[in-house]
């Protein structure tokens, strides 16, 4: 079989399409991710997005994670029973949500710290602090460039600071960034860290010139993720994909092939079409992503073949680089895009550690 | 709220992002799907992976159609309980889905056939049968274009008929096709549709000269199902989507605006970036395809107001296009790029009957 060396795990009892872990690589990476933070003096809080459970949530704690970044509630809720300091890395602003905020403040002990960048996001954490009993921390978020979220002027980042200093059950603990928009190496993205650097300098400033130094200063994303030391002020990193890597990472430059943790175990079920070869696992278990160059992904252990097309149930693999004939009910692992939406729709994993298998829950899945 | 017409339901209790359905326009889809094939003398058997709902299915099959057709032994499983007449429209390889299958044949009266391109897909239903103690039927399957599963050539076609047909447990029935590369109308899909015609006269016609003459020949999907009557031979059409349609299918000319039956509820997260609003209905509620137009769908109320970037958590709206600035809090309903995918991230869809909202679980949904 394709994707298993001699003496590998037997995945014949597993059905297809199932997104499977690589449990020493994973271990690895999270060391390798940690080292590397604990070097710079980093915190490393890593956003468990990539792989929504709490065991490998622990494997992260285990190599020396500060705590962890969640992007939703149900996240935070899940990721609550493993670690007690939790960075919500999303601004909470209908009452669903403040209600389920104050409720996780009310029943755990865990130190929660919420991104903000606007006036009603800063009331609804005042609001959960009220009804939760207990302070909760805030982060204001700074847009370095994404244009997604974050206040997109410095002025607008102190002015947000100062409310929150005054806001009655807010902590005032720092800034936070998300530069998604920074793709590795290359002179492109040295002269966006560049930017980063002076726009990083002017906030800090700004802040401590109205006495509110930020205690942290959050941001780290895997594709710039081996040059967080060079950007300053930065007290710790979030980066989440590293643990499995993907497509992307190789792309971006962050990852080689040996840190390739995740692929989606597929079964060849048609060859009736020259040159080409379709399998089980489609969108619904790689997801249609359009990043770390053409097509959906490529094989684990012949990186030469692509996935070319995808529909819900179909991943059609590209055989015109190799001379590779696939039969029809062979197995193949493929490395997906981008991991954090291929693990998103999974059932469960399928964890490998030597010869054992095991099926670890996704606990953190859904909403 | 936009969205939502004065004295239309209440959303304030449903927490965001969700999938909403409007019961009453997808029952007017499916009377104008089915009423379509009855005037054509054609059978309707909709592909349920749009909706994964044993409820929406139910209202499909008195709607008129014959029965069902499903892309997975999950669906086919969930839908056996509304249905004894199932298409299994994806070859069936491996031993786990064998033995599934033959369970499903042994444990109920429906009637089940199975689309092939191989002689190891004909083994496996001729093992399913002996198992499951019934015949299967079968439809060989051919290319017509698309280039995913299905035989490329006739005499291939030919061929694989004769074998099913002195293969024991298995019935011949015909013949499947899918034209997914046809898109609708305009010069290139006239052209198509033409080739289409040519293509299943010359390869009936050798079925006939052979004695195999099918019984069915299956076709129809939504970007051409109001010219299924245009292809020679067609005795039934799959057409699923059009049972809630989507930005894809009003790019394709086979659905008006007042034929949206789905949308996305989201709520406004951030509005710091000039020109732009943040939803929280991210590619883990919208999925993250490219089809339709650019970008990733777009309000319901609102059509020229865009999604035009997506992280998995992060709907990006456009407001160049308008002067409409929403607040924060605000909820907005958004029509996907590709609704089948959108469907299959929902926990559970909304259902809105006039004033009452309900839930309708997914059970179709997974693996």
Same mark, same amino acid.
């Given at each position: 079989m394709?994707?298993?060396?001699?003496?590998?795990?037997?995945?014949?009892?597993?059905d297809?399409?199932?997104?499977?872990?690589?449990?020493?690589?994973?271990?690895?990476n999270?060391?390798?991710?940690?080292?590397?933070?604990?070097?710079h003096?980093?915190a490393?809080?890593?956003h468990?997005?990539?792989?929504?459970?709490?065991?490998?949530?622990?494997?992260?704690?285990?190599?020396?994670?500060?705590g962890?970044?969640?992007?939703?509630?149900?996240?935070?809720e899940?990721?609550?029973t &493993?670690?007690? +300091?939790? #960075?919500?890395?999303?601004p909470?602003?209908s009452?669903?949500? *403040?209600?389920? @905020?104050? /409720? $996780?403040?009310?029943?755990?002990?865990?130190d929660?710290?919420?991104?903000?960048?606007?006036? &009603?996001?800063? +009331?609804? #954490?005042?609001?959960?602090a009220?009804?939760?009993?207990?302070d *909760?921390?805030a @982060?204001? /978020? $700074?847009?370095?460039?994404l244009?997604?979220?974050?206040l997109?002027?410095?002025?607008?980042?102190v002015?947000?600071?100062?409310?929150?200093?005054?806001?009655?059950?807010v902590?005032?603990?720092?800034?936070?960034?998300?530069?998604?928009?920074?793709?590795g190496?290359?002179?492109?993205?040295?002269?966006?860290?560049?930017?980063?650097?002076?726009?990083?300098?002017?906030?800090?400033?700004?802040?401590?010139a109205a006495?509110?130094?930020?205690?942290?200063?959050?941001?780290?994303?895997?594709?710039?993720?081996?040059r967080?030391?060079?950007?300053?002020?930065?007290?710790?990193?979030?980066?989440?994909t590293?643990?499995?890597?993907?497509?992307?990472?190789?792309?971006?430059?962050?990852?080689a092939?040996e840190?390739?943790?995740?692929?989606?175990?597929?079964t060849v079920?048609?060859?009736?079409?020259?040159?080409?070869?379709?399998?089980?696992a489609?969108?619904?278990?790689?997801?249609?992503?359009?990043?770390?160059?053409?097509?959906?992904?490529?094989?684990?252990?012949?990186?030469?073949?692509g996935?070319?097309?995808?529909?819900?149930?179909?991943?059609?693999?590209?055989?015109?680089?190799?001379?590779?004939?696939?039969a029809?009910?062979?197995?193949?692992?493929?490395?997906?895009?981008?991991?954090c939406?291929?693990?998103?729709?999974?059932?469960?994993?399928?964890?490998?550690?030597?010869d054992?298998?095991?099926?670890?829950p996704?606990e953190?899945?859904?909403?």
């Amino acid at each position: 079989m394709s994707g298993t060396a001699p003496g590998g795990p037997d995945f014949s009892a597993v059905d297809t399409p199932i997104g499977v872990v690589d449990l020493e690589r994973a271990r690895a990476n999270a060391r390798r991710v940690s080292d590397y933070a604990a070097s710079h003096g980093l915190a490393w809080r890593p956003h468990i997005k990539t792989h929504k459970s709490t065991r490998m949530a622990r494997l992260q704690l285990e190599a020396g994670a500060r705590g962890l970044t969640v992007a939703t509630l149900h996240e935070a809720e899940v990721m609550a029973t &493993v670690t007690d +300091d939790l #960075l919500l890395a999303y601004p909470q602003v209908s009452e669903p949500r *403040v209600a389920r @905020l104050a /409720e $996780l403040l009310a029943e755990t002990k865990v130190d929660v710290r919420v991104a903000i960048d606007s006036v &009603v996001a800063l +009331d609804g #954490l005042h609001e959960a602090a009220r009804r939760g009993g207990r302070d *909760v921390g805030a @982060l204001v /978020e $700074l847009d370095v460039g994404l244009r997604r979220v974050g206040l997109p002027d410095v002025d607008g980042v102190v002015e947000l600071a100062r409310r929150v200093a005054a806001t009655e059950g807010v902590r005032f603990d720092g800034l936070m960034f998300y530069a998604g928009h920074i793709r590795g190496g290359g002179a492109e993205a040295d002269a966006a860290m560049l930017v980063l650097a002076g726009r990083l300098e002017r906030v800090v400033s700004e802040l401590a010139a109205a006495g509110l130094e930020p205690e942290l200063v959050s941001g780290g994303t895997t594709p710039t993720v081996w040059r967080s030391h060079e950007l300053p002020h930065v007290t710790e990193i979030r980066s989440g994909t590293c643990i499995f890597n993907d497509r992307d990472q190789l792309a971006c430059g962050s990852a080689a092939p040996e840190h390739l943790a995740y692929s989606v175990l597929a079964t060849v079920v048609s060859t009736a079409l020259e040159g080409r070869a379709a399998v089980d696992a489609g969108s619904k278990a790689l997801a249609k992503e359009e990043r770390g160059g053409s097509g959906y992904g490529i094989l684990l252990d012949r990186p030469e073949v692509g996935v070319v097309a995808l529909s819900e149930e179909h991943g059609m693999l590209d055989l015109s680089g190799t001379d590779w004939r696939p039969a029809i009910g062979e197995r193949v692992r493929i490395v997906p895009n981008h991991v954090c939406v291929s693990v998103n729709l999974q059932p469960d994993l399928v964890v490998v550690d030597g010869d054992r298998i095991e099926r670890w829950p996704l606990e953190g899945r859904g909403r």
